[in-house]
């Protein structure tokens, strides 16, 4: 291979979306177990009835949920927003104005989902 | 021999034109390339199509029959007919030259695109590449190489409606049984070429180019087959070196 054909702009963002499709992939296995595991701890949880302070009871202080909850939100993070890129290059073709609303998502998904983190684990202190 | 007529419906002109009926004699075992060699022997000689093998080896006489593209020549009439009709129109995805006979230009073109074609570094004085038949790599190239080119694939892709430059699942599967041709020389091209947008990454998984393909391939395996193999190149590396 040509050091010419490597520089080329049209095979760089190839591999970059050889890459992002790697990420999707991995972050979609993660994505897959931890709703899984989500949705069985959700089962067992609300066997005797749904309220804040038992959620609370559970998630404040504790370690555990903390971080399989940000992993969780991380994987979010990197799985959504190339899911939204890829459905934006295809529908709307050419166009760099939406371009920007990934990054926002990403952003969002970020800064939202790991407030929720802090706020089950401290219970809402200081938040 | 039944006394029955078909009524087929023919597309004709061009990118513009129109379904124009015939009354074809129906046969017994008569096939779809039979009921337009009538039509262009018997009724209209003006009318173009596109055959050359008869018996499912050339990849020429595929055509779009009740709105699904099939190879012609291996398909039945009894098969497929709606009661008494048949609609028989070129093949989609691809500019119409005139009547049923498409331009293929860039369904092979793109086979170029994605390094569809071999490369050795052996010449005729260099003694026979030793591949063992049962090896994982022969047995993945076995499974493609059966391709005739016939575009059914193609014109059945949503993808490549939906985007021109999208190289298709015949490119891609051609590219997909090259990779696994251990006397190539020249992978890493070939990942680069196939990699990202208008390549195996675009597609979308729906399986129309496998449910189609009249010999049973699986594009779609293929496919996926080369997502793997391009992504982990350009995140890890491959055999051949990092993309």
């Known amino acids: 291979m040509s050091a010419t054909a490597i520089r080329s702009p049209a095979i760089r963002t190839a591999v970059l979306q050889a890459k992002l499709w790697y990420a999707q992939r991995i972050s979609a296995m993660v994505l897959g177990l931890c709703v899984a595991i989500h949705l069985l701890i959700m089962f067992y949880a609300i066997r005797g009835g749904l309220t804040a302070g038992e959620i609370l009871g559970r998630t404040q202080g504790n370690w555990f949920f903390a971080i399989f909850y940000e992993v969780f939100v991380l994987a979010c993070f990197v799985h959504a927003p190339i899911g939204i890129a890829n459905i934006l290059r295809e529908n709307f073709p050419g166009s760099s104005k939406v371009a920007i609303l990934p990054w926002l998502l990403a952003c969002l998904i970020l800064v939202l989902g790991t407030t929720a983190v802090i706020g089950v684990f401290t219970g809402g202190v200081g938040i | ?243």
């Open chain 2, 1 to 243: 021999m039944s006394e029955n007529n078909l009524k087929v419906k023919v597309w004709r002109g061009r990118e513009q034109g129109e379904f124009v009926e015939y009354l074809v004699p129906r046969n017994s075992n008569q096939t779809v390339l039979d009921v337009v060699t009538y039509i262009q022997r018997k009724l209209d000689p003006t009318l173009s199509y596109r055959f050359a093998c008869r018996v499912g080896m050339c990849g020429s006489c595929a055509m779009t029959v009740n709105g699904v593209a099939r190879w012609t020549c291996r398909t039945r009439v009894a098969k497929i007919d709606e009661g008494d009709s048949l609609e028989i129109a070129p093949l989609n995805n691809l500019p119409v030259i005139k009547d049923l006979a498409t331009d293929m230009r860039e369904f092979f073109n793109k086979w170029k695109g994605a390094v569809g074609f071999f490369k050795g570094e052996q010449t005729r004085y260099d003694d026979f590449a030793k591949i063992k038949p049962e090896s994982e790599a022969r047995q993945l190239a076995n499974a493609g190489i059966e391709c005739i080119g016939c575009a059914v694939c193609y014109a059945s892709c949503d993808v490549v409606a939906s985007r021109s430059d999208y190289l298709g699942p015949a490119a891609l599967n051609r590219a997909w049984t090259l990779t696994n041709d251990v006397r190539d020389v020249q992978q890493l091209d070939r990942l680069r070429a196939v990699a990202g947008d208008a390549g195996c990454h675009t597609c979308h998984t729906l399986g129309s180019c496998t449910e189609r393909c009249p010999k049973q391939l699986s594009p779609t395996a293929g496919i996926s087959g080369l997502k793997k193999l391009v992504a982990i190149a350009a995140v890890r590396g491959s055999k051949w070196g990092k993309l």
